[in-house]
């Protein structure tokens, strides 16, 4: 297993630490293009100290605390839920993370995620905000798993939101 151990630990007492395997940090997924309810249904699975209700809540309306840890652009703060925020991949965290670190951690990821692609490609998209183009993005992300077809279909969502056109995809 993975372990996540304190450094200046003795031997005996990392030995300790491993032997007990509710000390094994949990390792997980977030599959790209998840709802926030697929992913509650995976917490609810992985014996963290929270079950996916707690999760819904929290991601649904986030706290001011919550939302004053996350690394996300001002932009982001006047928006009232996470969906869509969760940075798809695999994780392993400590079975004692609480929510917030939960939430923090997955966020977290999105937003350097989100800053490494500004400082790469400047502002794709520059007149849709940045809650709009997540929005965009994980609609495309649930329309297909094939990522060579990803910049198609968004070139197709695009044309049709700047007609005025519906998008009249599956996912919505």
């Known amino acids: 297993g993975t372990y996540t151990i304190a450094s200046g630990r003795t031997p005996v007492q990392i030995m300790d630490w491993i032997a007990d395997g509710r000390n094994r940090d ?8 998840w709802r926030i309810e697929e992913i509650a249904a995976t917490i609810d699975l992985l014996g963290f100290p929270f079950n996916g209700e707690e999760f819904l809540a929290e991601a649904r309306q986030p706290s001011e605390d919550l939302v ?6 001002e932009e982001f703060k006047g928006n009232n839920q996470l969906e869509g925020y969760f ?3 695999a994780y392993s965290l400590k ?7 939960f939430i923090a951690h997955s966020v977290n ?3 350097a995620i989100i800053a490494d ?3 790469t490609q400047g502002e794709p998209f520059g007149d849709f905000s940045l809650h709009d183009r997540m929005i965009l993005a994980s609609i495309i992300q649930r329309e297909t798993l094939d990522e060579a077809e990803m910049p198609l279909i ?6 049709r939101l700047q007609v005025g056109m519906k998008l009249e995809t599956d996912p919505t």
Do not use: C, W
């Open 26 to 33: 949990i390792q997980f997924t977030i599959f790209e293009g």
């Open 68 to 73: 004053k840890g996350l690394s996300l652009p």
């Open 87 to 89: 940075a798809p991949g």
């Open 95 to 101: 079975p004692t993370t609480d929510l917030s670190e």
């Open 109 to 111: 990821r999105t937003a």
């Open 117 to 119: 692609i500004l400082n």
């Open 154 to 159: 968004a070139s197709v969502f695009y044309n």
